[in-house]
């Protein structure tokens, strides 16, 4: 390594690393592929042609680009087109091997479906015989389905409610379109609906909510990959946690699958499928505490075979037509690459591996619902501790934190801190009523969770009590700015990124999609149940936020908008409160990198700041070596 760049901090180095996804291939061309990288310095879309093994860079836009799809020929590129990562906009689309005249990247590409008016993306379908269907979102029409047949100068209109919902998949000739769709409301479990393409009519439903006291959800995993077939891959919840079945939409016959190793042990996590090539086999990953694994199941004689993969966490897998199975792999200590099941790395991104970063350990606390699972990284040579610890809480909710690469967390390791995640209730992986613990009292739910973790965390010796920090982007910055209120004498300092800091405007402001979560949430709408958004919002308890704030916010975020973060932002200056804000121009987050960079320096920095005060004012030794706390 040149002296110029071990200048450079590992966890920037780490940043800085161009990576890529996990490539998706044309169902009808597998030659032909697409992934995202950060390789420009932003992260876009690129196409990569495996026959020849050239790369090229499709989209080139100032705030990035991460959603496409193949067309099943291989022919052509669609990305969807936002503004400024406000996520609502158009889908494009862009010759395989480039534009006109050579061009490539390029924003002008022409519109997919003209006609279109710009929403929020309810999901897309690209048929083998040119039908497509474009799913819509928008405050005012909810969800519509958009159907243009091969020829047809435009799209109409096959589907609409007010509930949100979104394309599943078409059959493999194009004749059957596979909807999930909440219409009954309760947007935690959906149902799905097969129709008829040729004349609109339902074909089969399968709905698990309506009219049981106790919901279940299914969803599409896709149709078989056979002219003709019928069979849809679906996962459901029938045995309180997500598992695959085939179920023929022309016969209503459903398949069960039992899933069970070569030991006649039945898979204990949560389970999804895909088709392999011909439908004769799927590919089975299986996510369980945190980490997943990848299976083979053959359908002819129910054999479940373990392919094998290293301790961690797959972000993804696809099986090519050749048999091997390609997947994107990381841990906690290593970044990630797609590798295949022939142990070979299929694609790594050019340049420099990013350093690696400290193993995580899994800590079980007893909780107020049940046991909690929290991951646990202690900085490098630091000694036992007790360490200043960041709890850095994962958004979702219906999401969890995994044994994964990640350039946050590794950054705060770097500096001397222990960095401790917490899958609390309304986490994924642990089983329906796990997630589906997160009802009524939200928020409130989830900070015991993470109370009883910080109170371990404490009592064992790994975090200082003085110098704990609550952290957290998107969901997590909403429970950092509630615990801030909630938990006044538990904290140090909060970093809130992204965070529903008003409920009320939040709800007032936000995509439809996710108030239509928030409905199944709280039990309904803000006017309709008003204390439960009073008593689930940071702001209801600001006056009583004891400890310094930092909250970065995207000025055209569509999910936790920003008027609602300025009401809270205001009420702090009128109590005058320490805090500090960061605004900068985008959605949800950011797709580049230097601004990723940007955001951890500015986070680090005010926490270094704030606990420099503690450590001189003699309430803890610092931890580690020069770079810490």
């Not at 369980?288 to 897998?317: H, I, K, N």
């Not at 055209?556 to 605004?583: A, F, S, T, W």
């Amino acid at each position: 390594m040149s002296e110029e760049k071990s200048a450079v901090p590992a966890w920037e180095q780490r940043f800085r690393a161009a990576r890529v996804s996990l490539p998706d291939w044309a169902e009808d061309a597998p030659d032909r592929a697409l992934y995202v990288s950060n390789a420009t310095g932003t992260y876009e879309v690129y196409a990569w042609d495996r026959a020849t093994g050239t790369h090229r860079q499709v989209t080139d836009r100032p705030n990035g680009t991460t959603d496409a799809e193949l067309s099943p020929d291989g022919a052509w590129v669609w990305w969807f087109d936002d503004h400024d990562g406000d996520e609502f906009g158009v889908w494009r689309r862009q010759p395989f091997a480039g534009g006109p005249e050579g061009r490539e990247a390029d924003a002008r590409d022409e519109e997919a479906v003209p006609g279109l008016a710009a929403s929020y993306s309810a999901g897309l379908a690209l048929g083998r015989d040119g039908t497509v269907v474009v799913g819509r979102s928008t405050d005012e029409d909810g969800t519509t389905l958009h159907l243009r047949r091969p020829g047809a100068a435009e799209a109409v209109e096959i589907y609409r409610h007010e509930e949100y919902g979104g394309v599943g998949d078409l059959s493999y000739d194009s004749t059957l379109l596979a909807i999930d769709h909440t219409e009954h409301g309760d947007a935690m479990h959906s149902a799905i609906r097969v129709v008829r393409l040729s004349d609109g009519s339902t074909v089969a439903e399968l709905d698990e909510v309506t009219g049981r006291d106790e919901p279940r959800g299914v969803a599409c995993l896709g149709f078989a990959p056979v002219e003709g077939d019928t069979r849809l891959l679906v996962a459901h919840q029938r045995t309180g946690r997500w598992e695959p079945m085939i179920w023929d939409v022309a016969t209503g016959a459903e398949t069960a699958l039992p899933l069970r190793d070569e030991r006649g042990r039945e898979l204990p996590g949560d389970v999804s499928a895909q088709w392999r090539p011909g439908a004769e086999a799927l590919l089975v990953e299986h996510e369980y505490e945190a980490r997943s694994e990848l299976f083979s199941y053959t359908l002819a004689d129910g054999r479940l075979t373990r392919l094998d993969t290293p301790r961690g966490t797959v972000g993804g897998a696809t099986s090519r037509p050749d048999g091997t199975v390609e997947y994107l792999w990381s841990s906690a200590a290593e970044p990630s690459a797609v590798r295949s099941t022939t142990g070979t790395v299929v694609l790594r991104a050019p340049g420099a591996v990013p350093p690696g970063s400290v193993p995580v350990e899994d800590a079980w606390v007893d909780g107020p619902g049940g046991r909690v699972h929290a991951l646990v990284q202690r900085p490098a040579g630091a000694g036992e501790g007790p360490f200043p610890t960041v709890f850095e809480v994962h958004g979702g909710p219906t999401h969890h934190d995994s044994d994964s690469f990640a350039a946050g967390p590794a950054a705060w390791l770097d500096h001397g801190f222990a960095v401790v995640r917490v899958n609390y209730r309304g986490s994924t992986g642990y089983g329906q009523a796990w997630t589906d613990a997160l009802h009524g009292r939200v928020g409130l739910i989830e900070l015991e969770d993470i109370a009883a973790v910080r109170e371990w965390a404490v009592t064992s010796g790994l975090a200082d009590p003085r110098r704990l920090v609550l952290s957290g982007g998107s969901w997590g910055g909403y429970l950092t700015l509630l615990g801030l209120g909630v938990q006044p004498d538990s904290w140090a300092l909060g970093i809130a990124a992204v965070p529903v800091a008003d409920y009320h405007a939040a709800y007032a402001d936000e995509m439809e999609a996710l108030k239509s979560l928030d409905r199944t949430l709280f039990g309904g709408t803000p006017e309709e149940v008003p204390e439960r958004f009073t008593a689930s919002s940071p702001l209801s308890y600001v006056e009583q936020v004891r400890v310094p704030v930092y909250i970065s916010a995207g000025v055209n975020d569509p999910r936790c908008p920003i008027r609602q973060i300025e009401n809270y932002v205001e009420r702090l200056e009128q109590l005058g409160k320490p805090h500090e804000v960061y605004r900068y121009d985008a959605g949800h987050g950011s797709l580049v990198v230097e601004e990723r960079i940007k955001q951890l320096r500015l986070e680090i920095d005010f926490v270094r700041r704030h606990l420099a005060a503690v450590a001189d004012a003699g309430n803890g030794a610092g931890a580690g070596d020069g770079g810490s706390v």
